[in-house]
């Protein structure tokens, strides 16, 4: 039994402006209140998030939504225990806006703050409203990042696999703009789908059969792009979302029946979680879990408005590592912001497949 935590999260890293606060008691989580102030409006006209224009809308919301977290939590900053938020990896001004908020509200409420890695809120995020213990798999894939990891414990991720160029959600967003879909691409994509056949175009699947777990999409992404340059009409469309949606389920569900076949629990349940924005997409989903039935294993995913980005899967990264005691003290203030931060530090450091340049290695 510890002790119960209450967290305020933050969450400015990309296009949505959010804030949350949630109550963790003996490894429960209850969320009290879960704003989500998305940008869309605001990137619309570019057909694409500008880092520029997220960081200045993020600095005028922040306070207000954090301000709205508080009031429909119905608690005072008094009864906070910390203060958590997203120290990167992402944009860096939003970033840096989230980050400065957060250790504002905490100096303040005169509680600990808490800097949290984005993609360890993602990694956590099916616990957020399922029985989820470690260790399990991870399929993330946002639009950022696709990976396996094992997820070992709080803290303690393996990378089993990653992309060497793009990420799924980058693909998604680019065959949407090609087309003139709007943004973010990845929900129009699958709406559009729905109405296609998926054998329309024989995509290539990149990588598919050469063995381990490595992906990548850059080339079915240019593939795509040829022949959706010419289609016009809403039905060739259709078509074009259906066929690359059905490349992609192909390459995610081989991946994961490969992952899932060398992932040992020693005789504890199999399970396979799906997090991050991508993960929102029905068809993805559905093909992961005919991967997962196929080999013993149950696929957590989280509820939709919990796969894209938000604040309480920051909080609850915050909280579960102040209940760990890995945070909660006094050099929370010191942390600093990080446009890269892979979860796999070590595996990124000694072989990086992914990033690279000033900033450092994505996975
Ligand atoms: O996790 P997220 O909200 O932000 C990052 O941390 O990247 O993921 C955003 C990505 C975008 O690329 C978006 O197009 C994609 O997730 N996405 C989807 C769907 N909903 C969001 N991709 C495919 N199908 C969807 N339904
Ligand atoms: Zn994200």
């Not at 990694?123 to 094992?150: I, K, M, N, T, W």
């Not at 938000?310 to 915050?318: C, D, E, K, P, R």
């Amino acid at each position: 039994m510890t002790r119960p935590f209450t967290i305020l999260g933050i969450e400015t890293s990309c296009d949505e402006t959010a804030a949350a606060v949630l109550r963790l008691e003996d490894g429960r989580a209850t969320l009290l209140s879960d704003v989500i102030r998305t940008q869309l409006e605001e990137h619309a006209p570019y057909r694409g998030v500008v880092p520029e224009i997220a960081a200045r809308a993020h600095a005028e919301l922040a306070d207000a939504v954090v301000a709205k977290a508080m009031q429909d939590a119905g608690i005072s900053y008094d009864a906070l225990d910390g203060v958590a938020a997203t120290a990167g990896p992402g944009l860096i001004g939003g970033v840096l806006v989230g980050l400065m908020t957060g250790k504002a509200v905490a100096q303040a409420a005169g509680v600990p703050f808490i800097p949290v890695n984005h993609l360890e809120g993602h990694a956590l995020s099916p616990r957020l409203s399922a029985d989820c213990p470690f260790p399990y798999l991870l399929l993330l894939v946002s639009g950022g990042h696709c990976q396996f990891l094992e997820v070992r414990g709080l803290g303690d991720y393996v990378r089993l696999g990653s992309t060497i160029d793009d990420a799924v959600g980058e693909a998604f967003d680019k065959v949407a703009k090609l087309m003139g879909l709007g943004f973010p691409g990845g929900p129009a994509v699958e709406r559009l789908a729905r109405s296609g056949n998926p054998a329309a175009h024989g995509f290539p699947r990149p990588l598919l059969n050469r063995p381990g777990l490595e992906m990548s999409f850059a080339g079915l992404k240019s593939a795509v792009a040829r022949v959706a340059a010419n289609a016009e009409t809403e039905a060739q469309k259709a078509d074009v979302c259906a066929s690359f949606q059905a490349a992609i389920c192909d390459v995610l569900a081989e991946k994961s029946a490969r992952a899932l076949e060398g992932f040992g629990t020693g005789g504890a349940a199999k399970r396979f979680v799906v997090a991050g924005g991508v993960a929102a997409n029905k068809a993805i989903r559905a093909a992961l879990e005919t991967a997962a039935a196929e080999h013993g294993a149950q696929l957590v995913a989280p509820p939709l408005r919990h796969c894209t980005d938000n604040a309480a899967m920051i909080a609850l990264a915050g909280a579960e590592r102040m209940a760990a005691g890995l945070a909660g003290h006094e050099d929370g203030l010191d942390a600093g912001s990080r446009p890269r931060w892979p979860l796999d530090e070590a595996a990124a450091l000694s072989a990086p497949v992914y990033g690279g340049g000033h900033k450092g290695a994505k996975a």
